[in-house]
């Protein structure tokens, strides 16, 4: 399948080198010696995915992704760092702005080409995800012109790809819009004074993050963190509040979304404060268990996140596994958990 492809990079040599094996693969290649003129290329053309080097003249590949992400036509655009660092900060850094791959100079046909393949193939499960998203979308408006804007704004955003362990937002950021995950799991978590981290909140697929802090204008009060690699698409808060002004019928359910949450987030602290260690570990494990869209229903989740999630301290999660284990309630196999008696854990004494 041919595409278009923007290069940009100030290396003539490499510059060229990527042109003739694209160009050879059949697919129209744009060429940019620098950042600024990549920039302005990219808003010409809108090229099917972007390939640019991090240390450019003029402005560097962090300011091209920051000025591309920041610009509604070219912020859905697949994006391709090409470093000759392999430091991992500069590659964090690069992954957490935005970007959706990248390339460690030098790298040979077959990767270049892999990574061009592997990241449309990407692009093309987008609309699939997209599809998805807005039927579960769906139940949020009864307005057919809402709907239909909420569908816009969605398939103008990007789906970012989150690796397991890559933050998403940290606590005190500023609330700059909401998340809906499509496809993996977050967690949101607060620390303790004295270190220990709390979980808030474990979020599979069709669920919404940062909603409260979008509403009241005010920093997220948690941090989100990929549990497992993950798909998100991220709405930025000035398009949610033109469609919240518009249409009431989307703002009213908005707010009783923002309320069923709280709700949750209340019963959970409940639990944590009130309940025993064999009842917080009972729901915890519950809880979960409704979240495995796998037909097996194992839960995939670390001893340090489970003892996060139930408020207690590792060491007593484990012992306490190994009870349930014993009495025939579960089967674990390292971080793998398999629920054997539903019935009597949702019977749980406290």
Not at 14 to 30: C, D, S
Not at 119 to 129: D, L, N, V
Request: with cysteine.
């Amino acid at each position: 399948m041919s595409i278009e492809i923007l290069i940009i990079e100030d290396t003539a040599d490499i510059r060229e080198g990527v042109v003739e094996i694209l160009e050879l693969a059949g697919h129209t290649v744009y060429a940019a010696a620098n950042g600024k003129e990549g920039v302005e290329l990219a808003k010409r053309h809108l090229p099917n995915i972007i390939l640019c080097d991090i240390m450019m003249p003029e402005l560097d590949g962090y300011g091209v992704l920051y000025l591309l992400h920041n610009s509604p036509e070219t912020a859905a655009i697949p994006f391709i760092f090409l470093t000759a660092k392999a430091d991992r900060v500069d590659l964090r850094k690069a992954m957490e702005m935005g970007a959706d791959d990248y390339l460690t100079k030098p790298f040979d046909d077959v990767e270049l080409l892999n990574a061009v393949e592997s990241r449309m193939k990407k692009k093309q499960q987008q609309k699939e995800f997209y599809s998805k998203t807005l039927d579960q979308l769906g139940h949020l408006v009864s307005h057919n012109n809402g709907l239909a804007e909420l569908q816009n704004i969605i398939r103008e955003r990007k789906v970012r790809q989150f690796k397991k362990n890559q933050v998403i937002y940290y606590e005190g950021d500023k609330g700059s819009g909401f998340y809906i995950v499509l496809s993996g799991r977050i967690k949101t978590s607060k620390m303790a004074e004295d270190g220990r981290e709390l979980i808030t909140g474990l979020h599979a697929a069709d669920r919404y993050l940062g909603i409260a802090a979008m509403l009241a204008d005010e920093a997220y009060t948690d941090t989100a963190t990929a549990v497992e690699d993950s798909q998100i698409c991220i709405i930025p808060k000035e398009q949610i509040e033109e469609l919240l002004t518009d249409y009431p019928d989307v703002s009213r359910q908005f707010i009783k979304l923002l309320a069923a949450q709280i709700r949750e987030n209340e019963e959970h602290l409940l639990q944590l404060a009130y309940y025993s260690v064999r009842k917080k570990l009972a729901n915890g494990l519950l809880r979960l268990h409704r979240q495995e869209e796998t037909t097996d229903k194992v839960i995939r989740i670390s001893r340090d996140d489970l003892a996060a999630l139930a408020g207690m301290a590792t060491e007593t999660v484990s012992r306490t596994l190994s009870d349930f284990k014993t009495e025939g309630l579960i089967d674990k196999d390292g971080s793998l958990i398999t629920v054997l008696d539903l019935k009597r854990l949702e019977k749980m004494k406290n």
